[in-house]
């Protein structure tokens, strides 16, 4: 193996590194779900939303730019920003709802996957379209989503003592909207 060769792995290892641990992440949510362990779950999200920041920067920074990490970095935030999410709320609220909660989850996960295949394929177009990002950005909603699993258990748990009494008061009414605002954010 020369010199070049190794240096590209390199380039194209180190920002790869930091998408396995979003995708972890989201992989980690997805189990903490299924135990009911909603707290860890919304955590998990959030941590790899730190990973999916940081996986970007690490690329442009060793110039590790390049098609396979588009498309590794699009299936880690699929997974863990799309289904991961999708599935936290079913579980979390959702499930309530009977048969209208599977439909709205699903909708949030094909939203999510829509907007990254788009995103891919104007990044793949010629005039390089990788410059900005049309809509909410699948890690935004999938933080939203956290927070407020995050925020409810707080409640829940009667810890609002550091939370805003304005946002606490309205938290049954949004716990009420779930299934709008998990279609909306989607």
Request: aromatic share 14%; hydrophobic share 50%; charged share 15%.
């Amino acid at each position: 193996m020369d010199k070049l060769t190794f240096k590209r792995g390199g380039q194209v290892l180190a920002p790869s590194l930091f998408t396995v641990g979003n995708m972890a992440c989201g992989f980690y949510a997805l189990l903490s779900t299924f135990r009911g362990e909603f707290v860890s779950a919304a955590t998990a999200i959030l941590a790899g939303m730190a990973f999916d920041a940081l996986d970007g920067r690490v690329a442009r920074l060793v110039h590790g730019e390049s098609t396979f990490g588009v498309e590794f970095d699009s299936l880690s935030d699929f997974l863990s920003f799309g289904i991961a999410p999708a599935h936290m709320m079913y579980a979390f609220i959702l499930k309530d709802y009977g048969a209208l909660g599977y439909p709205i989850a699903f909708f949030y996960a094909l939203c999510g996957g829509l907007r990254l295949a788009r995103f891919n394929a104007m990044a793949h177009d010629a005039d390089g379209g990788k410059t900005h990002f049309t809509g909410l950005p699948i890690p935004g909603g999938a933080g939203f989503l956290a927070s407020f699993v995050l925020v409810y258990q707080i409640i829940e748990e009667g810890r609002p003592a550091m939370t805003w009494k304005i946002l606490m008061d309205q938290m049954p009414l949004l716990y009420g909207l779930a299934p709008v605002m998990t279609g909306v954010v989607g």
